[in-house]
């Protein structure tokens, strides 16, 4: 059974940096994409990011140039590195991984 572990949200100023982490356990590592989503309140769930076991990556436009994806294979994790954070980054924001969802870590970055 696979199951997904998010951590690194909290709140942070517009203008600062976090870190979040999803650490996959069960199944096998690497056989889909890892994917970023986040849901704001009251909105629909949107992609943040991706990347690949080969480490392609790709950003929705909203993040792009200010976040950044990565993976490491031997540790079975995701990361996603979010920089220059804006109001709009506030949300909950979810690991994807082949069928399966995290529980969610909230983010809340004031102005």
């Known amino acids: 059974q696979v199951q997904l572990a998010e951590s690194g949200g909290g709140s942070v100023q517009a203008g600062g940096s976090l870190r979040l982490s999803c650490v996959i356990s069960?199944?096998?590592?690497?056989?889909?994409p890892v994917w970023w989503y986040r849901q704001a309140p009251g909105k629909q769930r949107e992609l943040v990011a991706?990347?690949?076991?080969?480490?392609?990556?790709n950003y929705a436009d909203p993040v792009r140039g200010r976040f950044t994806i990565s993976r490491d294979i031997t540790r079975k994790a995701v990361y996603l590195q979010m920089t220059s954070l804006k109001p709009g980054d506030t949300a909950v924001y979810y690991c994807?991984?082949?069928?399966?969802w995290g529980q969610g870590t909230q983010v809340i970055v004031s102005s």
């Open positions: 994807h991984y082949g069928a399966d």
């Open positions: 069960g199944g096998t590592f690497g056989a889909y």
């Open positions: 991706s990347v690949t076991m080969g480490g392609d990556t």
